[in-house]
């Protein structure tokens, strides 16, 4: 398809916030995607929400594009192409879900080479958090290199390609360290049974390793849906196993959590922190201890944000791979636009709730 239609040039609806701002969230017309956005116009299908939507929703974080007062929220898409100029690889009907971050204008050397998940200057956007608009209106535009095509056999749970694209990057991060020597883990700890902590354990559980995931709660879709995975749920001490664990992949962020997992694990364990903490809650650290089993045990502690286009790209595939029954029972709200709010407001069985902008 040629030229960009004027069909929408009435203007559309986005969820929009006053970054740094609490109480600004709201559903408002703006203008229809600009064409710098990129070639691709897509009708945005759903929108999924996690704890940095929360966030920037009440005002802790999140930036406004430049000259910019509002910024339109949603990082987690998934969209149908509706335009495309010919000769860019989609085609109109193609689901896509957008990439969130954007390389640094410099661009830092992992930025030059697409490692955007890597930047060095920390002046990288990403859309619905940093700099740029996100995905929550009905239509956004935006560059092939930024799209990931995704099986149509994914169109109701496609939106959690981006979370999966962040513990896919966790994961190949996990085995680059790993290949410091030989090394043949089988125990996979993962803490924190939400999104994160559950797409960890499916592609735990899909590299064949016996994965055991810690949370709280005895009720509610996470205990079934760990042990559907064929992982082992607990809601038990966390110290008292962190020693039999070769991988570690936190995924809580919360304070005494990352605590227990420092410095135990089983000798070469490595520990991927993934949860982003909020501070403020100091706790005692025996530092020295901390250090003599770290370095006793060549344990690794690291962090891991984001994802590339290569992690997208191999989240794809897992989902293909995964069974699309449990991937959907992940969704446990599916709330129409309009209704925005409610899919805003943490509920205590909530594993992934998404906005639907279309069906
Ligand atoms: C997103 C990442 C992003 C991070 C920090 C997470 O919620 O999934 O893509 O890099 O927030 O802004």
Known sequence: MGAPSSRHDGGMLAITVVPGQADTADLIEIDEP????????????????????????DGDYGTAPAGADRLVIGHESLGRVLEVPDGCGFAAGDLV???????????????????????RTGDYTERGIKGRHGYASERYRIRP?????????????GVLLEPTSV?????????????????????????GAGPIGLLAALLGRQRGLDVHVFDRVTDGPKPDLVTELGATYHIDDIGDFVHRADVVIECTGVASVVLDVLGGTAPDGIVCLTGVSTGGRPLPLDVGTANRSIVLGNEVVFGSVNANRR??????????NADITWLERM?????????????LTRRPDDVKPIIEFAS
């Open 34 to 57: 600009p064409l710098d956005d990129g070639p691709i116009l897509v009708q945005t299908m759903s929108i999924g929400v996690c704890g940095t939507d929360l966030e920037i929703v």
């Open 97 to 119: 879900v957008g990439i969130v971050r954007r390389p640094d204008e410099l661009p830092c050397s992992n930025c030059a080479v697409g490692e955007w998940d890597m930047c």
């Open 145 to 157: 290199d930024y799209a990931v095509k995704i099986d149509s056999r994914l169109h109701h749970v």
């Open 167 to 191: 513990v896919t990057k966790a994961w190949e991060h996990v085995e680059a360290i790993g290949r410091r020597a030989r090394w043949e883990p089988q125990v996979v700890m993962i803490t």
């Open 311 to 320: 992690h997208y790209e191999a989240g794809a595939v897992a989902l293909a």
């Open 331 to 343: 969704i446990t709200r599916r709330v129409p636009f309009r209704d925005w709010r409610e899919a």
